[in-house]
Structures are given as C-alpha cells and as structure tokens.
C-alpha cells in the first residue's frame, strides 16, 4: 500500500470508530460511562473482549514468537481457556454478590483504603506503562510508512497518534466502549482473514496447500512434552496461562 492508501484507510477507520462512539455513548450518564448501565448483551461484550485482548502489537509480535518458538504460545492460550472459566464462575459472581463495580473497592472493605490506593496506583502504572508500548509500537509502524515518506519526525507522529487517544477518552465510557471495542474486534479479525488470503494468493496456493504446508512447517508445532526443563515445556505454559489470565484478566481493572 501507499503512504496515502494506508493514510485514508487510518483516517477512515478512525472517523467510523468516532461515529460509533459518538452515536453510543451521547446520551451516556455516570452510570453508563462506567458501568454500562448494566444493559450489554453477554454475547456482544463477549465479542469486544476479543478485541481488547489484542492489539496492534499482537500482530507484530505473535510472528515474531512463531518463528522463534513455533506455536507453543497456543499452550499458554489453552490455559487461558481455564483461566477465563475461573473468571466467569469463581470471580464474577463474587463481584457481583459483593456489589462492587471497581476490584478495588473489594480491597477497601476487605484490609482498608490504603491498599485500595495501593492496588489502584499499582493498576495506573501498569496500565500506563501498557499503553505507552503499544502506542509506541503503533507509532514505529505509522512512521515507516507514512510520516517519514511526508518528512514528519518521530515526535509530530506521536503528537498526532496521542491527540486522536485523547479524543477518544472523551467519549461515552463503557458503554461506547463495547461498541468501539465490538468494530476493533471486527477489524482485527477482518484484516487477519484477509492477510492470509492475500499471502495465499501472492504464494500461488490453495487453502488446501496452505494448511498441508503449514503443517509440514517445524514451526506449526504446538506441543512440547519432551524436556521439562524447557520454557516451552507444556505444563510449564498451561499453567502460566491460567495464573495470568485470573490476574490479568479477572484481578484487573480490566
């Protein structure tokens, strides 16, 4: 793609993810910014939560980890799969029967307000720290190819990335949210379909060649249950992936 194709592709994702956000969270009040109103459907909240799980940097960074490590990852991801059932049937009712909306108000009522702080700035931090590498990473991307083709430098990128984040922050909360995160989640899978296609096409394969090829590749491979000592040993992952996710996932204020 050219600078001003991939240019006009940003902008007008940005300006469709600006008009559901706008369309979703106008009418929004405190309990909507926060909590939605507690009116989402499961199964849309469900499907923006992929989204929110993924990123720019996982599509750079994933490739990266196959081909150091083949598919081993997906054994940290089986373990997520539990993970998330602990979350939906452990956590989530104890939230609920709890009635808080933050985790850490739980921390407030259980060992008091300084641990509430305590947790929350840990959270603020992490979380900041978080965004500023995949804003960085989404930055790094942008540069290559469009502002170093226009003489922009590094910083006016940035300058501009964090203008359009900030923006978006003034928007309806949680409750546009879950419509955002629902077109991102579209989009990360759309663009993910489409990659393969058009790698299929531009190596001359079929789908049927393409999946015997992967999995003749040393790379598809997934398991390791050979060498304990291993960091891709199986259960080394599976229950590293568990213990992330509950943490991560169902101990975040995420």
């Known amino acids: 793609m050219t600078p001003a ?26 309990a909507g910014f926060f909590t939605g109103n507690r009116r989402t459907p499961w199964y849309m909240a469900a499907f923006a939560m992929i989204g929110a799980a993924m990123s720019g940097v996982t599509f750079i960074s994933v490739p990266g980890s196959v081909a150091a490590d083949s598919f081993s990852y997906m054994q940290m991801v089986a373990g997520f799969t539990v993970g998330q ?8 009712p104890t939230f ?7 985790l850490y108000e739980y921390l407030d009522n259980r060992f008091g307000v300084k641990s509430h702080r305590t947790g929350a700035w840990f959270f603020f931090i992490s979380k900041m720290l978080g965004a500023a590498l995949r804003v960085y990473v989404v ?14 430098p590094f910083w006016a990128n940035a300058l501009v990335t964090m203008f359009f984040v900030w923006l978006y922050t003034r928007q309806g909360g949680v409750k546009s949210l879950i419509w955002t995160d629902t077109l991102k989640t579209f989009c990360l899978v759309a663009s993910l379909v489409l990659s393969i296609v058009f790698i299929m096409r531009g190596l001359g394969l079929s789908f049927a060649d393409t999946a015997r090829e992967v999995s003749a590749s040393p790379m598809s491979r997934i398991f390791f249950f050979d060498d304990p000592a291993s960091d891709r040993y199986f259960w080394k992952m599976f229950a590293a992936g568990i213990v992330l996710l509950v943490a991560m996932t169902g101990l975040d204020q995420d």
Do not use: E, K, P
């Open 5 to 30: 194709a991939v240019t006009a592709t940003v902008l007008g994702y940005i300006a469709v993810l600006f008009a559901v956000a706008w369309a979703s969270g106008r009418r929004a009040d405190n």
């Open 96 to 102: 609920y029967r709890l009635r808080v909306v933050s």
């Open 85 to 92: 059932l602990i979350v939906a049937f452990v956590l989530i």
């Open 139 to 152: 930055c790094a991307v942008m540069q290559l190819l469009v502002f170093s083709h226009y003489g922009f």
